[in-house]
């Protein structure tokens, strides 16, 4: 597991990506603040400027505060539980996701991820 922190609007929550291709591409942008935008009212989304490595799967049950991608380059925060039919390639998630979707806002929010 790699340690990260992700910081949402004054809010910081530890936050561990598996240690697998897809993650170590990731961290290896980080810090990084990127503006995310609002989608379905349970998700946050960023398409990243470059490609990361996939190893996508049927996932099912989603859960606040897990980090997916979608694709090979949509960076996706999760703030809500639900069931998914989509495929994505997990990174990792939030140690505590309590009070997220109040951190994060209605529309676009500025999210930071960085190593710990």
């Given at each position: ?42 998700e946050k989304y960023y398409y990243l400027p470059q490609d990361l490595p ?8 989603i859960h606040s505060g897990d980090l997916m991608l979608f694709g090979s ?44």
């Amino acid at each position: 597991m790699i340690a990260i922190t992700v910081k949402a609007g004054n809010t910081s929550y530890p936050a561990y990506l598996y240690d697998n291709e897809s993650s170590r591409a990731l961290v290896s942008r980080f810090p990084m603040t990127i503006s995310m935008g609002e989608l379905n009212g349970n998700e946050k989304y960023y398409y990243l400027p470059q490609d990361l490595p996939t190893n996508t799967e049927a996932i099912g049950n989603i859960h606040s505060g897990d980090l997916m991608l979608f694709g090979s380059d949509c960076l996706v925060l999760f703030y809500e539980d639900f069931r998914t039919s989509y495929r994505y390639t997990k990174l990792g998630y939030l140690e505590d996701p309590s009070g997220l979707a109040a951190a994060l806002g209605r529309g676009n929010v500025n999210v930071t991820f960085e190593t710990r």
